[in-house]
């Protein structure tokens, strides 16, 4: 059973335009919800993440948007730029858990 | 800071062979764990140990699979005999004591096909 369900599979964004990325998760002990970014070749990065007890997080032109009582969580990223297709990442875990709960990734392209 | 590294980066067996995956962590990080992402599916967890103690091996798939990390340093993940369905991308993370789940660094990963 997926704990963490991420959309879409794939995002193709003009240069400056806005990519955005959706995660859905269930355990409501989850309380750590970072995104990773891979660039190929490479492993995943932690690009930015959130706790539960904020609505949204900004690091430049990164946000995650969070909404606990939906159960969900998104990543936005603005002014998107070549450099920054990749593979995101969603992710979540708990306190006390040894372990992230991954979800299966979006390929993102930005187009010039 | 050096990152994880993993070695090797690819490795190409067939079925039934014996495959050894290294993983560094970072200097100082007693939290390793290892994670396997099949071809387009989610990263999944496979096993966490804290310094030499295995701490939760709840994701290994089976008994094919053994790891270990002698003197808490690196770890070792031995595939024996190889399958078919053993084939992705093999990644270790590590992470500082304390930490727990959170604020887990990867290595580049192993690509493992298996043939």
């Known amino acids: 059973q997926q704990q963490v369900k991420q959309s879409p599979q794939s995002l193709i964004v003009q240069k400056g335009g806005i990519s955005i990325i959706n995660c859905a998760y269930e355990n409501t002990a989850f309380d750590y919800f970072p995104w990773y970014q891979q660039f190929p070749g490479k492993g995943p990065a932690l690009l930015i993440a959130?706790?539960?007890?904020?609505s949204e997080k900004k690091e430049g032109r990164f946000t995650i948007s969070f909404n606990k009582s939906a159960k969900q969580f998104s990543l936005h990223i603005m002014d998107s730029q070549p450099g920054d297709s990749a593979t995101y990442f969603c992710?979540?875990?708990?306190?006390?858990?040894?372990?992230?709960?991954f979800g299966t990734g979006t390929s993102l392209t930005v187009i010039p | 800071e050096a990152g994880v590294t993993q070695f090797p980066s690819h490795s190409v067996i067939e079925k039934g062979q014996t495959v050894t995956l290294r993983c560094d962590p970072i200097?100082?990080?007693?939290?390793l764990y290892w994670y396997r992402r099949v071809m387009g599916k989610e990263i999944k967890f496979l096993l966490h140990?804290?310094?030499?103690?295995?701490?939760?091996e709840s994701g290994m798939p089976n008994n094919r699979f053994l790891a270990e990390r002698t003197g808490g340093t690196y770890s070792t993940l031995k595939v024996q005999p190889a399958e078919l369905e053993d084939s992705g991308v093999y990644f270790c993370?590590?992470?500082?004591?304390?930490?727990?789940?959170?604020?887990?660094?990867f290595g580049p990963g192993t690509r493992l096909t298996v043939t």
């Open positions: 140990f804290v310094k030499e103690s295995k701490q939760d």
């Open positions: 959130i706790r539960p007890d904020v």
């Open positions: 200097s100082g990080h007693d939290n």
């Open positions: 992710a979540a875990s708990r306190w006390d858990g040894n372990q992230f709960y």
């Open positions: 993370a590590s992470s500082r004591p304390g930490q727990g789940s959170y604020e887990q660094y």
